[in-house]
């Protein structure tokens, strides 16, 4: 299906931003990769879209084609499992619990498709993609091919891959995943609140069922689960990843951090480095949940989260944004990074 300056605003969480050009809505993988060929062929610029929940589109919207992905497949082999990539994930999630099957089930309520799952490496409550996925079909605008990337090839790190690092190359048709059979049981319980809010442990399993349904309520606490009646869920979920400090840099933040009589959150990081929490910076550099009076506030739950409160643009979304990363930078010399993709709009 082909539309002319098609409104993009309704297919994202956010709600902002102007229209596509041009927007396609291809229903199988045959249509995704004549999509993609015809707008490469052209030299049209190419948005590819799945459930909008980690976009924000400028105001001035899309110069070329959005290639809105509404595959579907859940293709279940024993304990492998291989998604199309516009399968609704959080359902997606839900079915394989049903299934008796863990692996994913720590992920259920983040909103989207599955193809955008390993984009950003999705994680949550001690969990990410790049622990269970085993290969990502995806077409190589490059080469003009599809190709099929081993985990490894997907270079997976926090919030981040080989598919977010070279934007243009790769659009993902399918992703396959080895879940594993516990017998009813979850994988161990990784995450503090979780396991607190679960009463067991960490390093414990728990019925897959519980797991899956304690994580749901968690998110609903904090307005991480889509509801159109609940404003503090317009949003992009996280709107920034938690810092990963150098040995140096950390040792500067904890400084200022002292000065205040803080002692911040940290988690141990590959090469030596510290990452600590978004929130908890926001909170303490003096944005706490519900900062803002305009179109755009923090969430009411959760200071990690931008929301349009009905009427926002994108430049009032950026401008709270701005805000916020340079208090922050002003009272601890961390620098924020956003982690939606921003679309012909910048920091
Ligand atoms: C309320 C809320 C809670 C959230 N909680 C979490 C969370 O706990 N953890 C977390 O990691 N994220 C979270 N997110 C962010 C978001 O849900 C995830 O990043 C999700 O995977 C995005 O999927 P999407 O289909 O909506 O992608 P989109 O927003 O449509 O696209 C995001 C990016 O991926 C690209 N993309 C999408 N599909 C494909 C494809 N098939 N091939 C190639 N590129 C593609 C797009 O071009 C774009 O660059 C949350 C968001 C919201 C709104």
Known sequence: MVELDAPLAPLTTLRLGGPARRLVTATTDEDVIAAVRAADAAGEPL?????GSNLVIGDTGFPGTVLRIAT???????TGLELAAGEVWSEAVTRTVEHGLAGIEFL???PGSAGATPVQNVGAYGQEVAQSVTE???Y????GEVVTLSRAACEFSYRHSRFKADPDRYVVLRVRFALEDNGGLSTPVRYAETARHLGVEQGEPVALREAHDAVLRLRAGKGMVLDPADHDTWSAGSFFTNPVLSAEQYDAFLALAAERELTAPAY???DGCTKTSAAWLIDKAGFGKGYGSGPATLSTKHTLALTNRGAATAEDLLELAREIRDGVRAAFGVELVNEPVMVGVAL
């Open 47 to 51: 948005l590819v879209l799945g459930g």
């Open 72 to 78: 579907s497949g859940f293709l279940l082999d024993g």
């Open 108 to 110: 259920a309520g983040i």
């Open 136 to 138: 990502v079909v995806a």
């Open 140 to 143: 190589d605008r490059r080469a």
């Open 268 to 270: 141990p990081a590959p």
